[in-house]
């Protein structure tokens, strides 16, 4: 190895930070794009099935497109491997040499995104604008380069993240499994879910953040077998996972995983600490390595490996076709759990800030700036648009979260019909049957995909809330699945119930050999 020591410039680090985050913004890595195809052709599920294929085409088409797979793009996160024989030359800091990367990806003109992070966490949470400040990890290495592995990590499954302190002699495995059957959806499977063993609390989040990033490999292992207490582990976890039936979006299938990463440090006798981060279908990171001799340059992916599924093939001859402009009690009473509708018409916008203003406004008695009598709302804050769109990619954000504000919305507005992502929790289905006004899915990972049936968009109100305010969206053939039905039947309670019986008995049958 060359242990001269080399010089890197401050400014190379900013632009391939910047040039990465572009990069992932719309390109999947291919090792996912793979393995998310072995999935698609193997679902049995419908409506699983129809959500991968919503995901592959909008992979593909984003890539094309150069614009967000998903809206939500992201929280940074920097692991960099500094070789100690390297000198930065800058009068700026590490992580200030990161963030003005990061404020120059999420402000490129030509592809901006979503800026979602807030100051001042505990107080007013006030968007910064830019996207920063990254999480930056930073550890001295041997060596004279630079390695960076940078993430954008959703708020969805992000928020899914959960960590324990068990017995020595308690089963990891045990404990994962258990916890993954009570996350729900928001974390938009199929993605990966990676897990650290020891060190302390702190330790523990970082290796399973850590280990999310490294290659899917996952039918390799199984082909020549664990050769380790952590690959027996990976193994145990992606069947057992499997197994629950939770699929793709909740909505009960054979693939809710398509990976999952084990890594372990040596800990306190008297400890096991055991964190669990799951990822998301975005799976957007990228490793580089950095020498003195510039910026990185970086090569579009093959995209001959992403499968040409065409959108007649996920919207069938005969699927429901719903007019939002005519829509009706009667007709939202006739949609069914799991079927496909693809509406028409206008529809209002609206997540947490705009339903947290709304509710106030109801609280003092004064009117809301928009009617919502009759109306359908989409739970989304959008990427902003660019020279001829209409909107940027606006996939749903997570359902669960406008809860406790669903039955006051729903009492007091005359509200018909919600769209957003992932399960919703008993309050809020009861509310749905009280009230008769079903909840429905756009498929989380498919913004870009969405976006194309979003024909105009027109501002109506709360605009200091920024990618958070109303507007009016006519939409085109947007796809969605029915989720919460006006009787209270839930996809995501009876799809993966279903499809954990259904592999339960394909497994017993295999072992008896019938």
Known sequence: MDKKTRTIAGKDITKSVADALQYISYYHPPDYIRYLSQAY?????????????????NSRMAAFGRRPICQDTGLVVVFAKVGMGVRIQSTASFADLVNEGVRR????????????????????????????????HVD????????ITIA??????????????????????????????????GWC?????SVGIGGSAEKAMLLAKEAMNEPIDMSELIARGPSSAEEVLRVELYERINALGIGAQGLGGLTTVVDVKVA?????????????IPQCAANRHLKFTLDGSGPISLEPPDLREWPNIGIEELNPVGV????????????????????????????LTGRDAAHKRIVELIDAGNPLPFDLQGRVIYYVGPVRAVKDEVVGPAGPTTSSRLDDFTDKVLAETGLFAMVGKAERGRAAIESIVRHKTPYLIAVGGAAYLISKSI??????????????????????????????DVEGNSIHNSGPLEWRKRMAADSIARNIGV
């Open 105 to 136: 990806a999420y402000l490129d003109p030509d592809n901006p995104l979503r800026p979602s992070i807030v100051s001042d966490p505990l107080g007013r949470r006030l968007n910064t604008r830019d996207n920063t400040p990254a999480v930056v």
């Open 320 to 347: 429901r076709r719903v007019n939002l402009d005519a829509l009706t009690k009667q007709e939202t009473a006739s949609w069914r759990c799991g079927e496909t509708l693809l509406l028409s018409g206008k529809m």
């Open 140 to 147: 001295l290495v041997p060596g004279n380069q630079i390695a």
């Open 41 to 57: 052709a193997r679902e049995q599920s419908p409506s699983a099935k129809n959500a991968i294929g919503q995901i592959l085409l």
């Open 152 to 185: 954008a990590k959703g708020g969805g499954s992000e928020n899914k993240a959960r960590f324990t302190t068990l017995n020595p002699s308690a089963s990891v495995a045990d404990w994962v499994v258990d916890t993954v059957s009570t996350l729900g959806s």
């Open 455 to 484: 024909k105009s968009a027109r501002l109506i109100a709360f605009e200091d809330l920024g990618m958070e305010a109303v507007y009016e969206f006519e939409v085109q053939d947007m796809p969605v699945i029915m989720a919460v």
């Open 189 to 193: 499977p199929p993605g990966l879910i």
């Open 264 to 276: 372990t440090y040596p800990t306190h006798a008297a400890s096991k600490p055991v964190a669990l």
